[in-house]
């Protein structure tokens, strides 16, 4: 029998918490250590069409990327969506565990397997960790062979799990893209490093409108790729949840995963703006 226990000590050798940044809120939500795991679902988020696929699989652990509370609470009545979600895992007997930054940190972590998927080599970190510099958050890396962004925006359109969001792009179409930095979820506090390190690309989520225009000024600024939050961080766990049942089988113990597929991107449809220049540009 494999315990909670056991699976959270792996995941912790995999994600150590000690990565994590001092403002998140990682590791055990919920769960008893020394209760049986036999199916661990691996997803994004910990919002309720998750916790039914947990259901429905049976799983006794929901390993999540973002946390269920990232802020103090004083209560967790179900008079609100995380309210009920923490009352479902605990009625049902589902575990919560949260990697979030120790995972952005971790290597191979969240960014490694963007960078991976986009075909870069020669990885290193963006924000390398001051007494570890070879985990940090974000990656740099170089493409097999230069190309130009109109191509390296569709190589990125089509890595990604499809979402409403798509990919925005800021740059010259012409301009050739070699090295290029990628960081899973939220990026814009890393323009600054990024253009540093001199990349033809940046490709991570959650740009704003005045930190991506003002990084566009510079004349060495690299060319923007702004995509889905979500589809950015999903595609790490495929890889993470091969590497727990990985670790486990070399420990003599196993379990089932799962990674959902539950796209839990907020944005549910894109409407292109055409239409209003078609209509002269009026505004009403």
């Known amino acids: 029998m494999t315990t909670l226990g056991q699976v959270v000590e792996a995941l912790e050798e995999l994600y150590d918490p000690r990565w994590a940044a001092d403002w998140d809120a990682v590791g055990l939500v919920c769960g008893d250590p020394d209760a049986p795991v036999e199916r661990v679902l691996f997803a994004v988020d910990p919002v309720r069409e998750v916790v039914a696929e ?59 397997a963007l960078a991976a998927a986009l ?9 390398p960790l001051p007494d570890t510099p070879w985990l940090g958050v974000g990656r740099i890396g ?43 979820g939220a990026g814009d506090s890393y323009l600054d490093a990024v253009r540093a390190a001199g990349v033809d690309a940046y490709v991570t989520a959650d740009l704003r409108h005045h930190p991506a225009s003002e990084a566009g000024q510079h004349p060495d600024a690299p060319a923007l790729l702004d995509v889905s939050h979500w589809a950015s961080e999903w595609l790490w766990l495929p890889d993470a ?37 078609d209509q002269g540009g009026k505004s009403h």
């Open 54 to 112: 947990a259901l429905e699989f049976k799983a006794q652990l929901i390993v999540a990327h973002h946390p269920l509370f990232l802020r103090g609470v004083h209560g967790v009545a179900a008079t609100t969506p995380k309210g009920r979600v923490a009352h479902t895992l605990v009625r049902e007997g589902i575990a919560l565990q949260v990697c979030h930054t120790n995972a952005d940190a971790a290597d191979p972590g969240v960014s490694d």
């Open 119 to 127: 075909g870069l080599t020669d990885l290193r970190p963006l924000d």
């Open 142 to 184: 170089v493409l097999p062979r230069p190309e130009p962004l109109r191509e390296f925006r569709e190589r990125v359109a089509a890595t990604l799990p499809e979402t409403a969001h798509g990919v925005r792009v800021a740059g010259d179409p012409a301009r050739v893209i070699q090295t290029v930095a990628v960081c899973g």
């Open 241 to 277: 949840a091969a590497r727990l049942a990985q670790l486990l089988t070399t420990r003599g113990t196993t379990v089932e995963t799962r990674v959902s597929t539950i796209c839990t991107d907020p944005w549910a449809s894109h409407v292109p703006s055409e239409a209003r220049r």
